[in-house]
Nanobody, 120 residues
Framework: QVQLVESGGGLVQPGGSLRLSCTAS????????MAWVRQVSGKGLEWVSS????????IYADFAKDRFTISRDNAENTLYLQMNSLTPEDTAEYHC?????????????WGQGTQVTVSS
């Protein structure tokens, strides 16, 4: 079955960096676009970034532009999110999700998430 497992979250000081990973299994990873979404405690889901199946194109939410970088390694079935210049407003649970195309905001599978806390 489809599985998406995130890792790499943790506690980081403002201005710091983290690299999130998402390991995929149970489907042909290289055929699917993928996304990162986040959920702030007590609030709704917020789309962060998406990447095309071949890794050649990506898009970002305004708050993520110039700070976050999405990438993927299709040989390793792994999706990444490099996050720099983190602020307390980036504190959230981050999930990877499988999407039908890069522009979609609807997904059919997502992982359990990894918590990112930005605090001094």
């Amino acid at each position: 079955q489809v599985q998406l497992v995130e890792s790499g979250g943790g506690l980081v000081q403002p201005g710091g960096s983290l690299r999130l990973s998402c390991t995929a299994s149970g489907f042909t990873f290289q055929y699917y676009s993928m996304a990162w979404v986040r959920q702030v405690s007590g609030k709704g889901l917020e789309w962060v970034s998406s990447i095309k199946h071949d890794g050649k194109s990506s898009i970002y939410a305004d708050f993520a532009k110039d700070r976050f970088t999405i990438s993927r390694d299709n040989a390793e079935n792994t999706l990444y999110l490099q996050m720099n210049s983190l602020t307390p407003e980036d504190t959230a649970e981050y999930h990877c999700a499988r999407i039908p195309d890069m522009w979609s905001r609807v997904w059919d599978y997502w992982g359990q998430g990894t918590q990112v806390t930005v605090s001094s």
